[in-house]
């Protein structure tokens, strides 16, 4: 194969990577939205998170255990670990995945979708620049390059500019403080992820991993609540709606550790930010309440040209070389 037929291909990989990524981002949106839902009705965050997460994990259980590519996955999963090609830190994701999910059950009933997505974005863009320059993810190191910079800040700026009509004074420095620290983690889970995926040649160990280490992380934090006198107050609503949250984890955790290792972690987290905010936008024109204003629009369409930059920029390759 020519050497521009293998760019070509690279090209394209990066192409449906991206896409892959703004659709992951919409999903959680809409994951978003459930859990925070489920969190109000229920009066505690952390239930409805270990709801949901405990709905994914159990789907996986069945699941991975069924397909060849999950069975071979967990056997090359535990191979990596005995020989050093993974770290056990490297399984550590789903402590990420339980902290951004409890951010959304915690934080989403009182912020709105629309101010979650900015405190998280400005998370996912300083911790992916962080992590793609420690080298964390399967990418490698990536340098931290004025166009990096610039894409990740004007995609912030874009997403504040978006949700700018939403922020009030009544709103909680520690309410937006989750997810912020939650749009951090969303970045080293996404490296984590994509080093398990290429150590194992499947997402389904990685995914599974997850699951369980979020579900593990928010039991032992609902369990504090409980003997520290809190806990649910309502009781499970009927709507089947609210429970599809985990799905959407499953969807989403397994998109990125397909795809993180042909975009790098900044471009994935961008393209996932751009998803958010569209995802956030489509869910404020069905669903009762507010409507997007024009600085949403605005901020929508800047936040792509973000993504699209530096996509096209050739600023993150599988080699690290901008």
């Known amino acids: 194969m020519s050497i521009d ?15 892959a990524a703004v659709a992951t981002g919409a999903g959680l949106a809409l994951q978003s939205r459930l859990t925070g839902e489920l969190g109000t009705r229920l ?10 997460t405990s709905i994914g994990m159990f789907l996986l259980l069945t699941l991975v255990p069924a397909l060849p590519a999950g069975r071979r996955g967990t056997r090359m999963l535990f191979s990596a670990l005995r020989n050093g090609g993974l770290r056990p830190w490297h399984c550590a994701g789903g402590v990420c995945g339980a902290l951004f999910v409890a951010g959304q059950g915690i934080s989403v009933g009182a912020l709105g979708v629309a101010v979650f997505t900015v405190a998280v974005v400005g998370g996912t863009a300083v911790g992916s620049l962080a992590v793609d320059h420690r080298g964390l993810g399967p990418a490698g190191h990536q340098p931290i390059t004025a166009v990096r910079v ?8 874009a997403v504040a500019l ?67 006198g809190g806990g649910p ?40 930010v751009a998803g958010q905010l569209l995802g956030a936008v489509v869910i404020d024109l069905v669903a009762p309440g507010p409507r997007p204003t024009a600085l949403t629009w605005i901020g929508a369409a800047l936040t ?13 390759t599988r080699s690290g070389r901008g």
Do not use: H, K
């Open 150 to 157: 610039g894409c990740a800040m004007a995609c912030v700026a």
């Open 43 to 52: 009066g505690d965050g952390v239930t409805a998170s270990l709801i949901s």
């Open 304 to 316: 792509l040209a973000a993504v699209m930059l530096v996509a096209r920029s050739g600023a993150v």
């Open 5 to 19: 037929e293998r760019a070509g291909i690279s090209r394209r990989r990066r192409t449906m990577g991206a896409g």
């Open 162 to 228: 978006a949700g700018f009509d939403r922020m009030s004074g009544a709103v909680s420095p520690v309410l937006l403080l989750l997810p912020v620290l939650a749009g951090a983690g969303i970045a080293l889970q996404s490296a984590v992820n994509g080093r398990v995926a290429a150590a194992t040649g499947s997402p389904w160990p990685a995914t599974l991993l997850n699951f369980v280490v979020a579900a593990i992380t928010l039991s032992v934090v609902l369990l504090v609540e409980l003997a520290l």
């Open 233 to 272: 107050a309502g009781a499970l609503p009927a709507e089947p709606r609210l429970y599809l949250a985990g799905l959407l984890g499953v969807a989403a955790i397994t998109v990125a550790t397909l795809v993180v290792r042909y975009l790098g972690v900044l471009v994935f987290g961008l393209a996932g």
